[in-house]
Structures are given as C-alpha cells and as structure tokens.
C-alpha cells in the first residue's frame, strides 16, 4: 500500500514546548478531531473512538562515532 504523507513538521524546541503541544493534542484527540497547524499548512482529521496507539523507544547508534541517538515515538493507527 503507497504511503501518502498529509503532513509533517519537524523543529528544535523545548520539553515545556513539547508538554504544551502534547496536552493540547490530547484535549483534541478526546474530542475527535485533531487539527496540525504548521507556517504553511493546516490538517483536520476524525480519531475513531478505538484506534491502534503504539508507544515506541528506539536507540540508534552510528557505527563508526557510537554516538547514541533516541527517538520516543507516539503513533495512533486507524483504518477508515
């Protein structure tokens, strides 16, 4: 199945930042619909009352640097 990416917004910011943007999408979430702002575009879509919610903690480590890299990811899954 082809991936069609509808939105996607990635910067540097601070954890209080990301608590404030997580509690506001969270107060979305409840209601049913979630809307992405960004500087050039704007998406609305309808949470079902059941999705799929993953929780997922990866390291990654460079090879040659073993510098450590870690992503804490939330997803929400649905088919509609």
Do not use: C, H, N
């Not at 930042?17 to 575009?41: K, N, P, Y």
């Not at 009352?49 to 899954?77: K, N, W």
């Amino acid at each position: 199945m082809p991936e069609e990416e509808l939105f996607k917004t990635e910067r540097k910011v601070t954890r209080t930042e990301i608590a404030d943007t997580l509690r506001g999408v969270a107060d979305q979430i409840e209601s049913g619909d979630v809307t992405l702002v960004s500087d050039t575009e704007e998406q609305t879509v309808t949470v079902p009352d059941r999705p799929r919610f993953e929780v997922e903690l990866e390291r990654l480590t460079d090879s040659e640097t073993g510098d450590q890299q870690y992503e804490l990811e939330y997803e929400i899954r649905w088919t509609k």
